[in-house]
C-alpha cells in the first residue's frame, strides 16, 4: 500500500472517531440534564402533592371539546357495583361505618368510630369489628384509655395489625382529645391528621362516619386498585393521596362519600387483588382490566 494511501485511510479513521466522540458527548449530555431534571421533579414531588397531578400528562376528551374530563362507562361501572352489593351482601363482613350504632352518647359513638378507623389499618375488617367489640365491652372512653396501662391495652385489641403502636396511639390521642377538645374528637381534616396514626384517608372516613360531613373520598387498597382497572384515572397514580384528588376532579361531589365503602365491599366480593371474579362481575365487558369479556357472538345473541 502506497504513503498517500495509508495517510487517507488513517485520516477516513481518525474523522470517523472525531464524529463518534461527538456524537456520544452530546447523549451523554442529554443524559445528565435528564437526570437533573428528573431529581428537580422528584423534589417538587415530595414538596406538596398536588404538583404530581398538575404535571403529568394534559387529558382530553376524546371528542377534544372542553367539558371536564370523565371515564367512559363509569355510570354504568357505578349502578352495577351498587348491583353487585346487593347480591353479595351475605358476604360482606361488617365495616367500621356500622361502629357506634348502639351507642347513644354522641362524643362516645365518635371516639368509637375514630379508634376503629385507627385499629383497621393493615388489618382485616373481622379482626378490627371484634377488638372494637371487645373495647365496647369494656366502657372504652377517653377516660378508660388514659387509666388503662398500655399493655392491658395492647391485649384487648389484638391481633390487630401493628397492636402495640396502636396500643400508644390511642393512649396519646385520647390525650389530646383531653387536653385540646373535650373528650370529643376533632371536626376537620387537618386537625384529625394532626393526631398520632391518623392519616388522610381515615380522617375523610371520620368526617363521613362520625360527623355526616361529606369532605373527599377516602381512599384505600382497594380504591386504589380498582380505580385503576376501572380506567377511573385520568393520568398515573402511585399513591393514595393522589389518587384522592385525581378521583375528585371528576366524580360529582355528592358521590366522595359513597365511593369508598361501596368500592371497598365490591374489592372485598368481587373485585379480588387476586384472581379476581370477572366472570360474574356486571361490569366484565365494560371494565379494561376484565379477564372474561363475552365474545363478539355472545353479545349479539344476548
Not at 382485616?124 to 372504652?140: N, P
Request: charged share 30%; glycine share 4%.
Amino acid at each position: 500500500m502506497s504513503k498517500t494511501n495509508k495517510r487517507k485511510k488513517e485520516s477516513v479513521k481518525n474523522e470517523k472517531e472525531h464524529i463518534v466522540q461527538a456524537v456520544m458527548s452530546k447523549y451523554f449530555e442529554k443524559k445528565k440534564e435528564e437526570k437533573i431534571g428528573a431529581i428537580d421533579n422528584d423534589d417538587s414531588d415530595h414538596k406538596e402533592t398536588t404538583h404530581v397531578v398538575k404535571k403529568r400528562r394534559k387529558v382530553t376528551n376524546d371528542d377534544r371539546n372542553d367539558r371536564k374530563w370523565e371515564p367512559p362507562h363509569w355510570k354504568e361501572h357505578w349502578e352495577n357495583i351498587l348491583a353487585m352489593r346487593i347480591r353479595n351482601k351475605h358476604l360482606e363482613p361488617r365495616g367500621c361505618d356500622t361502629i357506634g350504632d348502639t351507642i347513644a352518647d354522641d362524643k362516645i359513638r365518635r371516639l368509637h368510630v375514630l379508634v376503629s378507623l385507627m385499629l383497621s389499618s393493615q388489618t382485616k375488617d373481622t379482626m378490627t369489628i371484634a377488638a372494637m367489640d371487645r373495647l365496647l365491652e369494656h366502657g372504652f372512653t377517653v377516660q378508660y384509655a388514659l387509666d388503662i396501662d398500655i399493655d392491658e391495652l395492647g391485649k384487648i385489641i389484638y391481633p390487630v395489625g401493628f397492636w402495640r403502636r396502636k396500643a400508644q396511639y390511642i393512649k396519646d390521642t385520647c390525650q389530646i382529645l383531653r387536653d385540646k377538645y373535650n373528650d370529643d374528637i376533632p371536626n376537620t381534616i387537618e386537625s384529625l391528621c394532626a393526631l398520632p396514626g391518623v392519616g388522610p384517608k381515615m380522617a375523610y372516613l371520620t368526617m363521613d362516619f362520625a360527623w355526616k360531613s361529606n369532605q373527599g373520598i377516602g381512599v384505600d387498597v382497594h380504591v386504589h386498585r380498582i380505580s385503576h382497572r376501572l380506567g377511573w384515572l385520568p393520568y398515573d397514580t402511585k399513591t393514595p393521596e393522589q389518587t384522592r384528588l385525581a378521583l375528585e376532579s371528576w366524580i360529582p361531589r355528592d358521590l366522595w362519600n359513597q365511593i369508598n365503602h361501596n368500592i371497598v365491599r365490591f374489592g372485598q366480593t368481587q373485585c379480588f387483588p387476586v384472581k379476581p371474579r370477572c366472570s360474574t362481575c356486571l361490569n366484565r365487558n365494560i371494565c379494561p382490566a376484565s379477564t372474561s369479556k363475552d365474545t363478539v357472538k355472545n353479545l349479539k345473541q344476548k
